[in-house]
């Protein structure tokens, strides 16, 4: 079965850091995109940023460049973001996502997501 383990998440005071980590087991981890999206009370969930399978086609959202860093690691099917700098409008559910690279109906998955805080 499908199965994310997702961890990192916490309280941080404005200017702060935490990493994310979502490791990943029950599909081939390689073959998938893999995403970071973050969703807060009343607000749509938004894509925060994106990896391809490869590794090698990172984005981001506008409001994150320059503090959040995703990044992967093939060889432990585990996916990292690393959040700099974090501000309190980042307070939101995070959430891993995996998407079949080319053909995303063969597999889309989510994470059932870890919670960032940050407060004074």
């Known amino acids: 079965q499908v199965q994310f383990v997702e961890s990192g998440g916490g309280l941080v005071q404005p200017g702060g850091s935490l990493r994310l980590s979502c490791a990943c087991s029950?599909?081939?981890?390689?073959?998938?995109?893999m995403s970071w999206y973050r969703q807060a009370p009343g607000k749509e969930r938004e894509l925060v940023a994106v990896?391809?399978?490869?590794?090698?086609?990172?984005n981001y959202v506008g409001s994150v460049k320059g503090r959040f860093t995703i990044s992967r690691d093939n060889t432990k099917n585990t996916m990292y973001l690393q959040m700099n700098n974090l501000k309190p409008e980042d307070t939101a559910a995070y959430y891993c996502?995996?998407?079949?690279?080319?053909?995303?109906?063969?597999?889309?998955?989510w994470g059932q997501g870890t919670q960032v805080t940050v407060s004074s």
């Open positions: 996502n995996a998407r079949r690279d080319l053909i995303p109906a063969l597999g889309n998955y």
């Open positions: 990896i391809s399978s490869t590794g090698d086609i990172i």
């Open positions: 029950g599909f081939n981890f390689r073959q998938y995109v």
